[in-house]
Nanobody, 124 residues
Framework: QVQLVESGGGLVQAGGSLRLSCAAS????????VAWFRQAPGKEREFLAA????????NYADSVKGRFTISTDNAKKTVYLQMNSLKPEDTAVYYC?????????????????WGQGTQVTVSS
C-alpha cells in the first residue's frame, strides 16, 4: 500500500514558478512509477508527466514539455514537479498518482494510488 501527499501549491503570478512535491510511503517506492495530473473546474483530469523511480525514464504531455520537469529523490521517497513560465490556464488542482509496475503511462486508469491534490492558482 502506498500513501501519497502533495504539497507546494499556492498562488503565483503568470510567468512565475512553483515546485510541487509528492511524498510517498511504502517500502517498494523505487519500483513504482509516479505521475502528475491536474484537473481544472469543468474539465477532465489531464496527464502532465510521469517518472519511473527505478530507471528514471520519463514521459511528458506535449502541453508541458519544456516548461515542467518531473524528478525523484528516492532517498526521500519524494517526486517533484518543477513548473516554470506558469500561465493562468495552468490553474487547477494538481494530483500525484502511483502505479506498482513502473509504467510511465498517461492514462489515469493505470494508476492505483492517488494523493488528495494541491491547488495551483496562476494570476494574470
Amino acid at each position: 500500500q502506498v500513501q501519497l501527499v502533495e504539497s507546494g501549491g499556492g498562488l503565483v503570478q503568470a510567468g512565475g514558478s512553483l515546485r510541487l512535491s509528492c511524498a510517498a510511503s511504502g517500502r517498494t517506492f523505487r519500483t513504482y512509477a509516479v505521475a502528475w495530473f491536474r484537473q481544472a473546474p469543468g474539465k477532465e483530469r489531464e496527464f502532465l508527466a510521469a517518472i519511473d523511480c527505478s530507471d528514471f525514464s520519463t514521459n511528458y504531455a506535449d502541453s508541458v514539455k519544456g516548461r515542467f520537469t518531473i524528478s525523484t529523490d528516492n532517498a526521500k521517497k519524494t517526486v517533484y514537479l518543477q513548473m516554470n513560465s506558469l500561465k493562468p490556464e495552468d490553474t487547477a488542482v494538481y494530483y500525484c498518482a502511483a502505479n506498482r509496475y513502473g509504467a510511465v503511462l498517461a492514462s489515469a486508469n493505470e494508476y492505483d494510488y492517488w494523493g488528495q491534490g494541491t491547488q495551483v492558482t496562476v494570476s494574470s
